[in-house]
């Protein structure tokens, strides 16, 4: 059991801020995210020692966040975002901080016009960086069908947002 709760422990670091990231794009709000992350992860503890290693662990890992978020989704109460209060940042940093922010609401805007499905596809592929394999372990769709869907929302993305914020979106996707 010690040696279980150990590799979990290795597994658990890796794989933190990525099942963070992977419910904040749902929730929108740290304070959720965080809970659910929390729910994620004890989940997967208490079911551990049932791991089949014929599966990956991130699949396994990823799959258990879906279902946690939908699951939320499910029993949720609306819920005030504070996170849409602004912050107080420092002055030095005032233009660059507000430019970032203006970016970063431009593809969370962006990404709220999209189905949940595809929008949990474009964060699934880009962000977390899946292979379409993956994706359909996770979601239970087909491979092939999401290679389609996923190259027609990027077809619609590149006409109706710049490429420069697809770019920013990917590389300072830490923000989001």
Known sequence: MAGDSEAFGVLYDMYIERIYRFVYFRTHHKQTAEDLTSIVFTKAFSKFGSFDTRVSFSTWIFSIARNTCIDFYRTAKPVADLETAPDVAEPSNLARDYELREKVQQVKAYLETLAPDQREL????????????????????????????????????QKEITFALILFAIIFKKYL
């Open 122 to 157: 474009v964060i699934m592929r880009l962000w977390e960086g899946f292979s379409y394999d993956e994706i359909a372990r996770i979601t239970g769709k087909k491979s092939a069908n999401l290679r389609v869907t996923f190259s027609r929302i990027i077809a619609r993305m």
